[in-house]
């Protein structure tokens, strides 16, 4: 496995996450609870192949819509009822279920993160921009651990390293930089 720190689990910091993708995403129409579960997988996810390491290191499992924190029901609801989020419920009319929406109440603690990982969550939040969660869930579909992971099981982070299809050049040279960076590679 090509890291050197396993995921932990950071409480604080999977809140102010929380609190930061939500404030970011206050005037996206396609923002909602859905989209802010893929949000913090793909930041987690992510930041562990790309970083060395999770930005939270929560536990994420497959549920029917794709992956999800486990934590994320029991902290959102500790934060409602500290008043750091409130949910707005948007009725979207006709068959569909009305989008719960987690509203930050107070700034995010940004001092959490550093420079590296804010860049980095903001470029996740950006590349999903235009996606709701459903097309979100369709693009962690494509991720070999939600694909092995069976509803309710634990994604392991180590499976962010595995791929169902051929790497790119420029994939294959970014790896091998990061290998360098963090002294994975030896010299030849």
């Keep these: 496995m090509p890291t050197t720190k396993p995921a932990t689990y950071n409480e604080q910091k ?9 404030k970011k995403s206050e005037q996206d129409p396609k923002y909602g609870a859905g989209k ?12 562990y ?4 390491e999770a930005i939270s290191g929560a536990r994420y499992h497959l549920i029917a819509r794709g992956p999800a924190p486990k934590a994320l029901v029991p902290i ?14 948007i009725p979207l009319g006709g068959p569909y279920k009305d989008q719960e929406r987690v509203v930050a109440l107070r700034e995010p603690n940004k001092d959490v993160f550093t420079e590296k990982e804010r860049r980095f969550i903001d470029s996740i939040i950006e590349r999903y921009r235009d996606m709701n969660a459903a097309e979100m869930s ?9 694909q092995l992971a069976d ?3 634990e994604i392991p982070y180590g499976t962010v390293y595995l791929r169902s299809e051929p790497w790119t050049e420029s ?18």
């Design 171 to 188: 994939e294959i040279e970014s790896v091998r930089q990061h290998m360098k960076e963090r002294g994975w590679a030896r010299s030849a």
């Design 36 to 47: 802010l579960a893929k949000l913090l997988y793909f930041i987690d996810f992510g930041a």
């Design 151 to 153: 509803e309710k099981e």
């Design 76 to 89: 959102r609801n500790e934060m409602l009822r500290r008043g750091d989020i409130d949910i707005e419920r």
């Design 14 to 22: 999977f809140k102010e996450l929380i609190l930061y993708v939500a």
């Design 138 to 146: 369709f693009e962690a579909h494509k991720e070999v651990g939600v």
């Design 49 to 52: 192949g790309v970083l060395g």
